[in-house]
């Protein structure tokens, strides 16, 4: 297709459409069970590992096969690929849908992980082949708006379905939508390739970067199962009881180091004995491409860590329903809606860097504000102005941030680039859910226990379970956490229900306030998080101008 085919025709933006829907299924889901975690936990009596690994396992695997699914599309069909992503996807997602134990869930999770790897890098790659000089850059503001939004939406939806029926139609909602997308994309969605590519796939390279990202994960997830430096007493790996000193959590880190080392060293050997590779390492050379891409793994780490962490407060240290909870985080989406129709002309007016930046810097501004007006007393109508603000700050970053990042990569190269940009932007997330997860579950466990020693009438033996109950469940057994304790005292010789009541009351008291601690921290690191992207971007080069890439488009290389 030339580059007047491409712009002439009609079918494009109706692709688009159901190009975004797909997008927004896969990150919604990232999202939506957020809001029913703690429903989950209590129901599945998930351990806050499981919980972290629910969430976690879904961008992991989406992270660890981005850059293959980019490859294999633009070997053999994006359209192709995309269609079967979106089945695959479906699939897991009435498995999810089924799951009675936390093990089956997981696995769900990891299934829909390799479905959206399917999806995301040939959305990409189709966008950037099919749109050209400022359409593109408006195809880019709908992509992005529409997952900023819905990123904020899928927590709404999912606190409604847990509400008003249960958990498992968080998952089941997702049916409707893939049916929708698989007609849409088979009526509109032309089949792209890239024509110049060599035949024959880097399996070398998916094996060493699959294994390695994993062990990484692994690490960040279980160190405070296993322990981060020393093993906890009586620890099993893989059902094996294990028998060292030292924690399994170091071996994985060291065998995460040595593997993505090996994948590097593998991939630039097979690029200059001009191999197939799945890493081109000249991607890296070009400056908006890895500058941005850092920038988006740093960003994602704190935006998808906090998105985790939240609900987990909103429900456990506020008591909220998961509908109150997807209410509340509904402004989220608001602020991103609404000013992702404003983005275009703020890009003409600051240029796309200026509007990352300053969509970053409202970001942090937010997670400031909310890290320090937290606590049980304040009114919500303060969170949902924070959280307005953070959601208009997504609304400009996003978007503009995958334009700045693809804006020079040749068309032939879109699917690994599409592919590599959105592998950091899932190891962000990943990364983000394990580190902040294990920092609010770690600070909440400790503040709690510290809490107990103020607390009269609450026998010693008692207090350690108390505490791991709190830690077990990330904080889901709050709300209930008073009625244990006084059902326990009542049982006690010599204990009053008077006193069985305060000693309960105090408890509570103790547990939300750790709570809220332990959140504020989570938060503050969040905002530090994406800080740090902020200060990435200074590195990103100036961007041309959408007329500038007008006149200089070419014919879209790879395309037929």
Do not use: C
């Not at 790897?117 to 850059?137: D, Y």
């Not at 939508?177 to 060599?198: K, P, Q």
């Not at 060293?265 to 491409?289: M, N, Q, T, W, Y």
């Not at 504020?520 to 690191?525: A, C, D, G, K």
């Amino acid at each position: 297709m030339s580059t007047e085919q491409v712009t002439a025709d009609p079918r494009r933006w109706k692709a688009l459409a159901f190009i975004s829907l797909a997008v927004s299924l896969i990150i919604m889901d990232a999202t939506v069970v957020n809001v029913a975690v703690p429903t989950i936990i209590q129901d599945l009596g998930l351990t806050a590992s499981d919980a972290e690994w629910m969430n976690s396992i879904y961008a992991l695997v989406f992270a660890a096969l981005l850059i293959t699914a980019g490859r294999v599309g633009d070997l053999y069909g994006r359209k192709k690929l995309f269609i079967i992503g979106v089945v695959v996807f479906g699939i897991a997602s009435v498995l999810a849908a089924l799951s009675d134990t936390a093990s089956t869930l997981i696995f769900a999770r990891l299934i829909q992980g390799v479905g959206g790897a399917m999806i995301m890098p040939t959305a990409l790659s189709s966008i950037n082949t099919l749109f050209v000089g400022r359409e593109r850059g408006i195809a880019f503001a709908v992509w992005g708006g529409t997952i900023g939004g819905m990123a904020a939406v899928g927590p709404l939806v999912g606190g409604w379905l847990t509400t008003a029926f249960s958990w498992h139609w968080a998952f089941l909602i997702n049916v409707p939508v893939v049916i929708i997308v698989l007609i849409g994309a088979g009526m509109f969605l032309r089949e792209t390739r890239d024509v110049h590519a060599r035949r024959g796939l880097d399996f070398a390279g998916i094996l060493l970067s699959s294994i390695g990202l994993a062990a990484f994960v692994f690490g960040l997830i279980e160190g405070l199962r296993y322990g981060w430096w020393e093993a906890k007493e009586g620890i099993e790996v893989l059902g094996v009881p294990w028998g060292l000193e030292v924690s399994p959590v170091p071996f994985a880190f060291a065998l995460a180091i040595i593997l993505l080392t090996i994948f590097v060293l593998v991939e630039r050997a097979r690029g200059r004995a001009d191999k197939p590779v799945l890493l081109d390492l000249s991607l890296l050379h070009i400056r908006s491409f890895s500058f941005g891409s850092i920038a988006a793994l740093v960003v994602s780490l704190g935006e998808f860590g906090l998105l985790y962490a939240l609900p987990l407060f909103l429900q456990g240290g506020l008591g909220l329903s998961a509908l109150d909870t997807g209410i509340l985080i509904v402004w989220l989406a608001l602020g991103t809606f609404i000013i992702s129709a404003r983005t275009p002309a703020l890009t003409r007016r600051l240029g796309a860097r200026g509007v990352v930046r300053l969509g970053l810097a409202l970001e942090v501004i937010a997670i400031i504000g909310l890290g320090v007006t937290i606590s049980l007393d304040t009114n919500t109508w303060v969170y949902a102005g924070w959280l307005f603000l953070y959601g208009a700050g997504v609304g400009m970053a996003t978007a503009q941030l995958t334009s700045v990042i693809l804006i020079d990569v040749p068309v032939q190269q879109s699917g690994q680039a599409s592919g590599l940009q959105s592998t950091f932007r899932q190891v962000g997330s990943a990364i983000g859910i394990a580190i902040l997860g294990s920092l609010l579950v770690t600070s909440l466990g400790s503040m709690f226990s510290s809490a107990l020693d103020d607390v009269d009438g609450i026998p010693q033996e008692s207090r350690s379970g108390l505490v791991t109950a709190i830690e077990e469940s990330a904080g889901a057994a709050i709300p209930e956490i008073s009625a244990v304790v006084e059902d326990q005292l009542t049982q006690v010789p010599g204990v009053s229900p008077e006193a069985a009541a305060e000693a309960a009351n105090d408890v509570q008291r103790a547990a939300e306030q750790s709570m809220v601690s332990a959140a504020r921290i989570t938060m503050l690191s969040a905002a530090g998080v994406v800080f740090l992207g902020l200060l990435a971007t200074f590195a990103l080069p100036r961007v041309r101008s959408d007329e500038d890439e007008a006149e200089t488009a070419t014919t879209p290389a790879g395309s037929d």
